[in-house]
Protein backbone atom coordinates (compact mmCIF):
# COMPACT_ATOMS: atom_id res chain seq x y z
CA UNK A 1 0.00 0.00 0.00
CA UNK A 2 2.73 2.47 0.27
CA UNK A 3 4.23 1.37 -2.34
CA UNK A 4 7.44 -0.67 -1.38
CA UNK A 5 6.52 -3.44 -4.41
CA UNK A 6 9.14 -5.24 -6.24
CA UNK A 7 8.07 -7.66 -9.47
CA UNK A 8 8.46 -10.93 -8.99
CA UNK A 9 11.69 -12.86 -10.13
CA UNK A 10 10.10 -16.54 -10.07
CA UNK A 11 6.63 -15.98 -11.76
CA UNK A 12 7.62 -13.08 -13.67
CA UNK A 13 4.75 -11.05 -15.41
CA UNK A 14 4.93 -7.53 -16.26
CA UNK A 15 1.13 -6.82 -15.07
CA UNK A 16 1.81 -7.26 -11.00
CA UNK A 17 3.85 -6.26 -8.23
CA UNK A 18 4.37 -8.05 -4.91
CA UNK A 19 5.71 -6.70 -1.87
CA UNK A 20 8.85 -6.32 -1.21
CA UNK A 21 10.43 -8.10 1.29
CA UNK A 22 10.79 -5.99 4.70
CA UNK A 23 11.17 -5.98 8.52
CA UNK A 24 8.27 -5.78 10.32
CA UNK A 25 9.58 -3.50 12.92
CA UNK A 26 12.56 -1.07 12.71
CA UNK A 27 15.43 -2.55 13.71
CA UNK A 28 17.67 -1.06 16.46
CA UNK A 29 21.16 0.56 15.34
CA UNK A 30 23.31 3.00 17.61
CA UNK A 31 22.83 6.35 17.12
CA UNK A 32 26.24 7.56 17.53
CA UNK A 33 27.56 5.07 14.95
CA UNK A 34 24.68 6.06 12.46
CA UNK A 35 25.38 9.66 12.80
CA UNK A 36 28.94 9.08 12.41
CA UNK A 37 27.85 7.36 8.68
CA UNK A 38 26.30 10.63 7.80
CA UNK A 39 28.60 12.78 8.86
CA UNK A 40 30.97 10.92 7.10
CA UNK A 41 29.40 11.05 3.68
CA UNK A 42 30.50 14.08 1.97
CA UNK A 43 33.97 12.99 3.02
CA UNK A 44 33.53 9.66 1.11
CA UNK A 45 31.91 11.85 -1.68
CA UNK A 46 34.81 14.20 -2.50
CA UNK A 47 36.90 11.04 -2.21
CA UNK A 48 35.70 8.87 -4.70
CA UNK A 49 35.16 12.45 -6.77
CA UNK A 50 38.83 12.99 -6.10
CA UNK A 51 39.59 9.32 -7.32
CA UNK A 52 37.84 9.71 -10.37
CA UNK A 53 39.94 12.51 -11.57
CA UNK A 54 42.91 10.81 -10.74
CA UNK A 55 44.22 9.25 -13.94
CA UNK A 56 47.87 7.98 -12.70
CA UNK A 57 45.83 6.15 -9.78
CA UNK A 58 42.84 4.56 -11.41
CA UNK A 59 45.36 3.00 -14.37
CA UNK A 60 47.79 2.27 -12.20
CA UNK A 61 45.26 0.45 -9.46
CA UNK A 62 43.34 -1.32 -12.43
CA UNK A 63 46.20 -2.62 -14.32
CA UNK A 64 46.30 -6.20 -12.89
CA UNK A 65 42.59 -6.39 -12.18
CA UNK A 66 41.33 -5.77 -15.87
CA UNK A 67 44.58 -7.85 -17.72
CA UNK A 68 42.24 -11.14 -16.65
CA UNK A 69 38.84 -9.18 -15.95
CA UNK A 70 37.08 -8.23 -19.14
CA UNK A 71 34.72 -6.44 -17.60
CA UNK A 72 36.55 -4.18 -15.62
CA UNK A 73 38.79 -4.33 -19.64
CA UNK A 74 35.97 -2.90 -21.00
CA UNK A 75 35.28 -0.05 -18.96
CA UNK A 76 38.54 0.35 -19.04
CA UNK A 77 38.48 0.99 -23.01
CA UNK A 78 35.85 3.12 -23.18
CA UNK A 79 37.58 5.81 -20.56
CA UNK A 80 40.94 5.20 -22.69
CA UNK A 81 38.82 6.16 -25.73
CA UNK A 82 37.34 8.92 -24.45
CA UNK A 83 40.49 10.40 -22.82
CA UNK A 84 42.23 10.44 -26.21
CA UNK A 85 39.19 11.98 -27.91
CA UNK A 86 38.53 15.10 -25.63
CA UNK A 87 36.39 14.33 -22.49
CA UNK A 88 33.25 16.58 -23.47
CA UNK A 89 31.76 16.91 -20.53
CA UNK A 90 33.39 18.69 -17.33
CA UNK A 91 30.60 17.65 -15.10
CA UNK A 92 30.22 14.49 -13.54
CA UNK A 93 26.79 13.63 -11.29
CA UNK A 94 27.40 11.03 -8.31
CA UNK A 95 24.34 9.32 -6.91
CA UNK A 96 26.32 7.05 -4.31
CA UNK A 97 25.86 4.36 -1.40
CA UNK A 98 28.40 3.73 1.12
CA UNK A 99 27.17 0.56 2.71
CA UNK A 100 28.07 -0.81 6.44
CA UNK A 101 28.04 -3.26 8.70
CA UNK A 102 28.26 -3.18 12.51
CA UNK A 103 31.32 -5.03 13.53
CA UNK A 104 30.34 -6.32 16.99
CA UNK A 105 34.39 -7.83 18.57
CA UNK A 106 35.21 -3.51 18.18
CA UNK A 107 32.55 -2.27 20.29
CA UNK A 108 29.85 -2.23 18.18
CA UNK A 109 31.84 0.20 15.23
CA UNK A 110 30.97 0.85 11.86
CA UNK A 111 32.93 -0.87 8.81
CA UNK A 112 32.41 0.02 5.50
CA UNK A 113 31.29 -2.76 3.22
CA UNK A 114 31.67 -1.19 0.27
CA UNK A 115 30.72 2.24 -1.34
CA UNK A 116 28.48 2.07 -4.55
CA UNK A 117 29.04 4.40 -7.63
CA UNK A 118 26.53 2.96 -9.88
CA UNK A 119 23.29 2.00 -9.33
CA UNK A 120 21.88 3.58 -6.21
CA UNK A 121 18.67 1.79 -5.92
CA UNK A 122 16.41 1.39 -2.81
CA UNK A 123 16.69 5.07 -2.18
CA UNK A 124 13.11 5.58 -3.42
CA UNK A 125 11.15 2.68 -1.13
CA UNK A 126 13.39 2.96 1.55
CA UNK A 127 11.75 6.21 1.78
CA UNK A 128 8.18 5.26 1.54
CA UNK A 129 8.56 2.39 4.31
CA UNK A 130 9.12 4.61 7.64
CA UNK A 131 5.06 5.48 7.06
CA UNK A 132 4.20 1.92 7.18
CA UNK A 133 6.73 1.27 10.27
CA UNK A 134 5.17 4.52 11.88
CA UNK A 135 1.71 2.81 11.31
CA UNK A 136 2.67 -0.55 13.13
CA UNK A 137 4.42 1.27 15.89
CA UNK A 138 0.81 3.09 16.44
CA UNK A 139 -0.90 0.52 16.14
CA UNK A 140 1.20 -1.86 18.83
CA UNK A 141 0.28 1.26 20.96
CA UNK A 142 3.99 2.72 20.86
CA UNK A 143 3.38 5.82 18.99
CA UNK A 144 5.46 7.43 21.33
CA UNK A 145 8.79 5.23 20.03
CA UNK A 146 8.25 6.88 15.87
CA UNK A 147 10.95 9.63 17.58
CA UNK A 148 13.67 7.40 17.64
CA UNK A 149 13.31 6.54 14.02
CA UNK A 150 15.12 9.14 11.80
CA UNK A 151 13.70 11.38 9.04
CA UNK A 152 14.47 9.56 5.64
CA UNK A 153 14.38 11.91 2.04
CA UNK A 154 16.89 9.64 0.33
CA UNK A 155 14.27 9.70 -2.62
CA UNK A 156 14.24 13.56 -2.51
CA UNK A 157 17.73 14.13 -2.05
CA UNK A 158 18.70 12.06 -5.09
CA UNK A 159 16.19 13.52 -7.45
CA UNK A 160 17.46 17.33 -6.48
CA UNK A 161 20.46 16.13 -7.41
CA UNK A 162 19.33 15.00 -10.39
CA UNK A 163 17.89 18.21 -11.40
CA UNK A 164 20.46 20.45 -10.52
CA UNK A 165 22.67 18.31 -13.13
CA UNK A 166 19.81 19.02 -15.21
CA UNK A 167 19.87 22.87 -14.57
CA UNK A 168 23.75 22.84 -14.75
CA UNK A 169 23.26 21.32 -18.12
CA UNK A 170 21.31 24.51 -19.47
CA UNK A 171 20.12 23.43 -22.62
CA UNK A 172 16.35 24.61 -23.33
CA UNK A 173 14.17 21.00 -24.38
CA UNK A 174 16.75 18.49 -22.99
CA UNK A 175 15.84 15.70 -21.71
CA UNK A 176 16.60 13.19 -18.72
CA UNK A 177 17.13 9.44 -20.13
CA UNK A 178 17.14 6.50 -17.20
CA UNK A 179 19.30 3.49 -18.71
CA UNK A 180 17.11 0.17 -17.42
CA UNK A 181 17.48 -3.43 -17.83
CA UNK A 182 15.27 -5.71 -20.60
CA UNK A 183 13.72 -6.45 -17.29
CA UNK A 184 12.80 -4.59 -13.96
CA UNK A 185 12.38 -5.98 -11.43
CA UNK A 186 12.68 -2.88 -8.98
CA UNK A 187 10.52 -1.02 -10.64
CA UNK A 188 8.70 0.75 -8.09
CA UNK A 189 12.04 2.42 -6.75
CA UNK A 190 12.92 3.31 -10.54
CA UNK A 191 9.58 4.94 -11.12
CA UNK A 192 9.63 6.49 -7.67
CA UNK A 193 12.77 8.49 -8.79
CA UNK A 194 10.58 9.61 -12.06
CA UNK A 195 7.45 10.42 -10.49
CA UNK A 196 9.24 12.43 -7.67
CA UNK A 197 11.31 14.53 -10.72
CA UNK A 198 8.33 15.08 -12.83
CA UNK A 199 6.73 16.12 -9.84
CA UNK A 200 8.68 19.06 -8.51
CA UNK A 201 9.63 20.12 -12.52
CA UNK A 202 6.78 19.33 -14.92
CA UNK A 203 9.31 20.67 -17.42
CA UNK A 204 11.20 18.02 -17.28
CA UNK A 205 11.08 15.10 -19.57
CA UNK A 206 12.24 11.71 -18.98
CA UNK A 207 12.87 9.02 -21.35
CA UNK A 208 13.41 5.52 -20.32
CA UNK A 209 15.57 3.30 -22.22
CA UNK A 210 17.46 0.06 -22.45
CA UNK A 211 21.31 0.13 -23.93
CA UNK A 212 19.80 -1.50 -26.75
CA UNK A 213 17.53 0.81 -27.44
CA UNK A 214 19.92 3.90 -27.08
CA UNK A 215 22.08 2.13 -29.55
CA UNK A 216 18.99 2.11 -32.16
CA UNK A 217 17.63 5.32 -30.96
CA UNK A 218 20.08 7.89 -30.01
CA UNK A 219 23.12 9.60 -32.21
CA UNK A 220 25.55 12.43 -31.48
CA UNK A 221 24.62 15.31 -33.17
CA UNK A 222 27.49 17.35 -34.46
CA UNK A 223 28.08 19.53 -30.91
CA UNK A 224 28.44 16.02 -29.22
CA UNK A 225 24.80 16.31 -27.97
CA UNK A 226 23.59 13.11 -27.09
CA UNK A 227 20.32 13.15 -29.36
CA UNK A 228 17.09 11.07 -28.63
CA UNK A 229 13.50 12.13 -30.08
CA UNK A 230 14.89 15.41 -31.83
CA UNK A 231 15.92 16.66 -28.33
CA UNK A 232 19.77 16.65 -26.72
CA UNK A 233 19.97 14.26 -23.72
CA UNK A 234 20.91 16.22 -20.42
CA UNK A 235 20.97 13.96 -17.66
CA UNK A 236 21.53 9.70 -18.24
CA UNK A 237 21.05 8.05 -14.92
CA UNK A 238 22.02 4.59 -14.65
CA UNK A 239 19.47 2.16 -13.02
CA UNK A 240 21.41 -0.92 -14.66
CA UNK A 241 24.33 -2.00 -16.32
CA UNK A 242 26.81 -2.48 -13.75
CA UNK A 243 26.50 -6.37 -14.46
CA UNK A 244 28.27 -7.99 -17.34
CA UNK A 245 24.58 -9.91 -18.44
CA UNK A 246 23.53 -6.33 -18.85
CA UNK A 247 26.22 -5.91 -21.51
CA UNK A 248 24.75 -9.11 -23.79
CA UNK A 249 26.56 -7.84 -27.28
CA UNK A 250 28.69 -4.79 -28.75
CA UNK A 251 25.26 -2.98 -29.00
CA UNK A 252 25.36 -2.36 -25.49
CA UNK A 253 28.84 -1.78 -25.45
CA UNK A 254 28.74 0.98 -28.45
CA UNK A 255 25.60 2.43 -26.69
CA UNK A 256 27.60 2.45 -23.47
CA UNK A 257 30.68 4.12 -25.09
CA UNK A 258 28.33 6.66 -27.07
CA UNK A 259 27.31 7.92 -24.01
CA UNK A 260 30.50 8.38 -22.70
CA UNK A 261 31.55 10.70 -25.66
CA UNK A 262 28.52 12.42 -25.79
CA UNK A 263 27.82 15.97 -23.96
CA UNK A 264 25.60 14.73 -21.30
CA UNK A 265 26.27 14.22 -17.99
CA UNK A 266 26.14 10.88 -16.90
CA UNK A 267 25.94 9.18 -13.39
CA UNK A 268 27.79 7.45 -13.23
CA UNK A 269 30.62 8.91 -15.75
CA UNK A 270 33.02 5.83 -16.45
CA UNK A 271 35.33 7.23 -14.20
CA UNK A 272 32.64 7.23 -11.23
CA UNK A 273 32.35 3.66 -12.54
CA UNK A 274 35.92 2.60 -12.78
CA UNK A 275 35.95 4.34 -8.88
CA UNK A 276 33.75 2.26 -7.32
CA UNK A 277 35.27 -0.95 -8.41
CA UNK A 278 36.68 -3.27 -5.27
CA UNK A 279 40.09 -3.12 -6.53
CA UNK A 280 39.88 0.99 -5.85
CA UNK A 281 38.65 0.37 -2.45
CA UNK A 282 41.15 -2.48 -1.39
CA UNK A 283 43.89 0.35 -2.91
CA UNK A 284 42.61 3.15 -0.77
CA UNK A 285 43.15 1.00 2.28
CA UNK A 286 46.48 0.87 1.89
CA UNK A 287 49.15 2.65 3.88
CA UNK A 288 49.70 6.17 3.03
CA UNK A 289 47.24 5.62 -0.22
CA UNK A 290 43.88 7.05 1.08
CA UNK A 291 46.10 10.01 2.65
CA UNK A 292 46.89 11.36 -1.32
CA UNK A 293 43.49 12.32 -1.45
CA UNK A 294 41.78 13.35 1.97
CA UNK A 295 45.25 14.63 3.27
CA UNK A 296 46.79 13.03 6.62
CA UNK A 297 44.90 15.48 8.50
CA UNK A 298 41.28 14.14 11.18
CA UNK A 299 39.22 12.88 7.79
CA UNK A 300 41.76 10.61 6.82
CA UNK A 301 41.76 8.90 10.33
CA UNK A 302 37.88 9.01 10.76
CA UNK A 303 37.60 7.39 6.91
CA UNK A 304 40.57 4.97 7.96
CA UNK A 305 38.56 3.83 11.20
CA UNK A 306 35.66 2.63 9.07
CA UNK A 307 37.94 0.62 7.01
CA UNK A 308 38.15 -3.22 7.50
CA UNK A 309 41.02 -5.33 6.54
CA UNK A 310 41.53 -5.50 2.47
CA UNK A 311 44.21 -7.05 0.72
CA UNK A 312 45.58 -7.46 -2.85
CA UNK A 313 45.84 -10.75 -4.69
CA UNK A 314 48.57 -9.31 -6.74
CA UNK A 315 51.32 -11.39 -7.82
CA UNK A 316 54.10 -10.04 -5.30
CA UNK A 317 54.84 -10.01 -1.79
CA UNK A 318 52.01 -8.43 -0.18
CA UNK A 319 49.79 -11.05 -2.38
CA UNK A 320 51.54 -13.95 -1.38
CA UNK A 321 51.70 -13.35 2.15
CA UNK A 322 47.57 -12.63 1.43
CA UNK A 323 47.13 -15.93 -0.08
CA UNK A 324 48.85 -17.55 2.71
CA UNK A 325 47.11 -15.85 5.48
CA UNK A 326 43.58 -17.02 4.26
CA UNK A 327 44.32 -20.45 3.46
CA UNK A 328 45.44 -20.25 7.44
CA UNK A 329 42.23 -19.01 8.11
CA UNK A 330 39.54 -19.24 5.66
CA UNK A 331 36.72 -18.41 7.77
CA UNK A 332 37.55 -14.71 8.77
CA UNK A 333 37.74 -13.71 4.81
CA UNK A 334 35.27 -12.38 2.15
CA UNK A 335 36.82 -13.31 -1.33
CA UNK A 336 35.82 -10.23 -3.86
CA UNK A 337 35.66 -10.63 -7.62
CA UNK A 338 35.35 -7.23 -9.56
CA UNK A 339 31.31 -7.51 -9.77
CA UNK A 340 28.50 -5.48 -8.02
CA UNK A 341 25.00 -6.42 -8.01
CA UNK A 342 24.74 -9.01 -4.90
CA UNK A 343 25.81 -12.77 -5.39
CA UNK A 344 29.51 -12.94 -6.71
CA UNK A 345 31.67 -13.11 -3.10
CA UNK A 346 33.18 -16.19 -1.64
CA UNK A 347 33.11 -16.77 2.13
CA UNK A 348 34.75 -19.54 4.89
CA UNK A 349 35.14 -22.56 2.82
CA UNK A 350 34.70 -21.38 -0.65
CA UNK A 351 37.44 -18.68 0.07
CA UNK A 352 39.80 -21.43 0.84
CA UNK A 353 38.66 -23.78 -1.95
CA UNK A 354 38.90 -20.79 -4.82
CA UNK A 355 42.63 -19.82 -3.81
CA UNK A 356 43.82 -23.40 -3.98
CA UNK A 357 42.91 -23.31 -7.61
CA UNK A 358 43.80 -20.07 -8.79
CA UNK A 359 46.31 -19.64 -6.42
CA UNK A 360 48.84 -19.92 -9.44
CA UNK A 361 47.16 -18.45 -12.38
CA UNK A 362 46.33 -14.35 -13.26
CA UNK A 363 42.61 -14.96 -12.81
CA UNK A 364 43.77 -14.43 -9.09
CA UNK A 365 44.55 -10.90 -9.84
CA UNK A 366 40.66 -9.79 -10.57
CA UNK A 367 39.77 -10.37 -6.52
CA UNK A 368 40.67 -8.66 -3.47
CA UNK A 369 40.47 -10.64 0.36
CA UNK A 370 38.53 -8.54 2.76
CA UNK A 371 38.03 -9.48 6.15
CA UNK A 372 35.18 -10.93 7.34
CA UNK A 373 32.74 -8.10 9.38
CA UNK A 374 31.11 -9.88 11.85
CA UNK A 375 27.45 -8.18 12.59
CA UNK A 376 25.50 -8.12 16.22
CA UNK A 377 22.53 -9.92 15.75
CA UNK A 378 18.87 -8.39 16.57
CA UNK A 379 15.82 -10.10 16.16
CA UNK A 380 12.96 -9.31 13.85
CA UNK A 381 9.97 -10.96 12.30
CA UNK A 382 10.97 -10.93 8.16
CA UNK A 383 7.32 -10.38 6.05
CA UNK A 384 7.93 -11.83 2.48
CA UNK A 385 5.59 -13.17 -0.27
CA UNK A 386 4.97 -17.02 0.81
CA UNK A 387 6.19 -16.23 4.30
CA UNK A 388 4.03 -18.35 6.76
CA UNK A 389 1.66 -15.77 8.96
CA UNK A 390 2.54 -14.92 11.28
CA UNK A 391 6.52 -15.19 10.34
CA UNK A 392 8.81 -16.39 12.86
CA UNK A 393 10.98 -14.25 15.09
CA UNK A 394 14.66 -14.73 13.83
CA UNK A 395 18.32 -13.66 14.21
CA UNK A 396 18.74 -10.77 11.55
CA UNK A 397 21.95 -9.02 10.71
CA UNK A 398 21.41 -5.19 9.24
CA UNK A 399 23.65 -3.14 6.72
CA UNK A 400 23.29 0.17 6.72
CA UNK A 401 23.75 2.30 3.77
CA UNK A 402 24.37 6.28 3.58
CA UNK A 403 23.46 8.16 -0.02
CA UNK A 404 25.47 10.69 -1.14
CA UNK A 405 25.08 13.43 -3.96
CA UNK A 406 27.77 15.05 -5.69
CA UNK A 407 27.91 17.24 -8.42
CA UNK A 408 31.53 18.63 -9.64
CA UNK A 409 34.75 18.74 -12.44
CA UNK A 410 37.89 18.39 -11.33
CA UNK A 411 38.65 22.03 -10.26
CA UNK A 412 34.86 22.88 -9.33
CA UNK A 413 32.08 21.13 -6.58
CA UNK A 414 28.23 22.17 -7.07
CA UNK A 415 27.45 20.38 -4.42
CA UNK A 416 28.05 17.69 -2.11
CA UNK A 417 25.63 16.23 0.55
CA UNK A 418 24.60 13.55 2.52
CA UNK A 419 21.02 13.03 1.19
CA UNK A 420 19.35 9.80 2.99
CA UNK A 421 19.75 6.10 4.26
CA UNK A 422 18.55 3.00 3.74
CA UNK A 423 18.79 -0.41 6.13
CA UNK A 424 18.83 -3.94 4.65
CA UNK A 425 18.18 -6.71 7.49
CA UNK A 426 18.74 -10.81 6.23
CA UNK A 427 18.71 -13.70 8.43
CA UNK A 428 21.82 -14.18 10.37
CA UNK A 429 22.76 -17.29 8.54
CA UNK A 430 22.86 -15.91 5.02
CA UNK A 431 25.92 -14.52 3.58
CA UNK A 432 24.63 -11.80 1.92
CA UNK A 433 21.76 -9.32 1.82
CA UNK A 434 20.72 -7.78 -1.67
CA UNK A 435 17.41 -7.08 -1.64
CA UNK A 436 17.01 -7.11 -5.23
CA UNK A 437 19.17 -10.66 -5.41
CA UNK A 438 16.15 -11.86 -3.43
CA UNK A 439 18.14 -12.69 0.25
CA UNK A 440 17.44 -8.96 2.34
CA UNK A 441 14.66 -7.18 3.56
CA UNK A 442 13.68 -3.75 3.68
CA UNK A 443 14.06 -1.95 6.68
CA UNK A 444 14.79 1.36 8.80
CA UNK A 445 17.08 1.95 11.65
CA UNK A 446 15.21 2.91 15.28
CA UNK A 447 18.00 4.77 17.02
CA UNK A 448 18.99 3.48 20.42
CA UNK A 449 21.62 5.56 22.81
CA UNK A 450 24.22 2.63 23.17
P1 LIG B 1 28.12 -6.21 -4.17
O1 LIG B 1 28.77 -5.24 -5.08
O2 LIG B 1 27.83 -7.51 -4.80
O3 LIG B 1 26.95 -5.60 -3.46
P2 LIG B 1 29.40 -6.21 -1.56
O4 LIG B 1 30.81 -5.92 -1.28
O5 LIG B 1 28.42 -5.19 -1.10
O6 LIG B 1 29.26 -6.54 -3.10
O7 LIG B 1 29.03 -7.60 -0.90
C1 LIG B 1 27.72 -8.12 -0.97
C2 LIG B 1 27.22 -8.47 0.42
O8 LIG B 1 28.10 -9.42 1.05
C3 LIG B 1 27.15 -7.31 1.36
O9 LIG B 1 25.95 -6.61 1.21
C4 LIG B 1 27.30 -7.99 2.72
O10 LIG B 1 26.04 -8.51 3.14
C5 LIG B 1 28.22 -9.15 2.42
N1 LIG B 1 29.62 -8.77 2.70
C6 LIG B 1 30.46 -8.15 1.85
N2 LIG B 1 31.65 -7.91 2.41
C7 LIG B 1 31.59 -8.40 3.67
C8 LIG B 1 32.50 -8.47 4.76
N3 LIG B 1 33.74 -7.99 4.66
N4 LIG B 1 32.08 -9.06 5.90
C9 LIG B 1 30.83 -9.57 6.01
N5 LIG B 1 29.93 -9.53 5.01
C10 LIG B 1 30.28 -8.96 3.85
MG1 LIG C 1 26.93 -4.18 -2.06
Not at 4 to 32: C, E, N, W, Y
Not at 126 to 134: F, G, I, T, V
Request: net charge negative; glycine share 8%.
Amino acid sequence: MHGVGMRDKKHFTKDSIQIAPFVLLPSPFPSTEFNKAIELQPILNELMHKVAHDDKFLEHTLQNALQVDEFTANLYDIWVKVRQEGITQSIMLGLFRSDYLMQCTEANRIKQVEINTIASSFGAISSELPAMSRYILRQLGHGDLIKNMPVNNALSGLCAGIVQAYDLFDVASAIILFVVEEVSYNICDQRFHEFEISEKRPDIQIYRKTLNEIYVETTLNDKKQLVLDGRPVAVVYYRSGYEPAQYPSSREWDARLRVERSTAIKCPSIQYQLAGTKKVQQTLAGAGVLEQFVGGGAAACRVRDIFTGLYSLDFDEGGERAVDMALADAERFVLKPQREGGGNNLYGAEVREALLKMRHSRERAAYILMERILPPLVSGYVVRPGAPVPPPLSDLVSELGIFGVIIGTKDKIYCNRQVGHMLRTKLADANEGGVAAGLGALDSPYLLEM
